[in-house]
């Protein structure tokens, strides 16, 4: 590796890592405060009790819900160990990363000039979350979570810090705990992130952008060619729009749709996060399930 390359590599790999830092926390901290304030019986009082109801809310939830997808997947582990059906936090996690109002606006910025980016990949994403969650539901929802969670081996908390104990502690004792389970939970997401972005700066490095424009392709071979990039450069889904505008003479708008989508649903740094937090069959089955549904949608687009 010439030191250009490796300058190249070290800078995207720190910039990847500084760039999801603050959304880590985030959703290390939510996460911490789900497991702490918020009981079994909330969790089934808000979940509507017709199910349809149920996952077109957590499809539609982004926009009151402004989080990445570095953060939503240990947000969402802690909603279905707090007994939201599988297949509707599913829907949440792969939903919450496109309908966002963030990712929305900058998709826009990026496309000014063509609206209909914006209304594919947003409707898209919500009809994908949709149809994979229902899948997801339809396969795990009359397990226990534990068929799709892993176990927490380490816990930094003791029993008398449960939520079901939490109205007797001091207001210091909270924030302690609050802080201890929100320093756990961040310590699990960091170390498969990095490992993560670590493959992910690799191929944005030696995916040359010569190579890349020089690709051209049909529809079916381009929505698959922009799939698998989507996955392996696991960029922001607040930023891979001014990416994918590059990919448009190249692969159509059907192939920067994939890209658009399937990214921010699952990528090669939120898939080995994914293994983190939930079973590995259950992480490739639902990475299959999400290809599989993503490719079907962009091969409607016109």
């Known amino acids: 590796m010439s030191i250009s390359k490796f300058e190249s590599w070290m800078w995207s790999y ?39 109801i149920a996952y077109f809310i957590a499809a539609i939830s982004g926009i009151l819900f402004p989080v990445c997808e570095c953060a939503i997947v240990p947000i969402t582990r802690s909603l279905i160990k707090k007994g939201l059906p599988i297949g509707v936090g599913i829907t949440f996690m792969l939903s919450v990363p496109i309908v966002n109002p963030v ?4 998709t826009y910025y990026a496309f000014p000039n063509d609206i209909n980016i914006v209304i594919y990949r947003t409707i898209g994403g919500v009809i994908g979350a949709l149809i994979v969650g229902m899948v997801v539901g339809f396969i795990y929802d009359k ?16 029993d008398c810090c449960t939520f079901s104990n939490n109205y007797y502690i001091s207001l210091k004792g909270k924030i302690k705990n609050l802080v201890l389970n929100a320093s756990n939970e961040f310590l699990n997401i960091s170390v498969y992130f990095i490992f993560g972005a670590l ?21 079916i071979v ?24 590059g990919f448009m003479d190249n692969f159509g708008v059907a192939g920067v749709i994939a890209f658009l989508i399937l990214g921010p649903m699952m990528d090669l740094k939120n898939l080995i996060l994914s293994f983190g937090f939930f079973k590995k069959r259950f992480v490739l089955q639902l990475l299959l399930i999400i290809c599989i549904v993503v490719f079907g949608i962009c091969l409607a687009v016109v």
């Open 14 to 52: 720190l910039g990847i890592i500084v760039e999801a830092l603050p959304f880590l926390l985030i959703g290390a901290v939510l996460s911490a405060l789900i497991q702490i304030y918020v009981s079994d019986e909330v969790i089934k009082k808000i979940i509507p009790k017709n199910s349809i």
């Open 143 to 158: 397990k226990k979570n534990t068929e799709v969670l892993k176990s927490e081996e380490v816990a930094l908390y003791c």
């Open 222 to 245: 381009g929505i698959g060619i922009m799939m698998l990039l989507g996955f392996l450069l696991s960029l922001c889904s607040e930023a891979d729009a001014f990416v994918a505008k």
């Open 103 to 106: 990712v929305i606006m900058s």
């Open 199 to 219: 493959l992910s700066s690799i191929f944005v490095v030696f995916l040359q952008d010569s190579l890349i424009n020089n690709m051209t392709s049909g529809k």
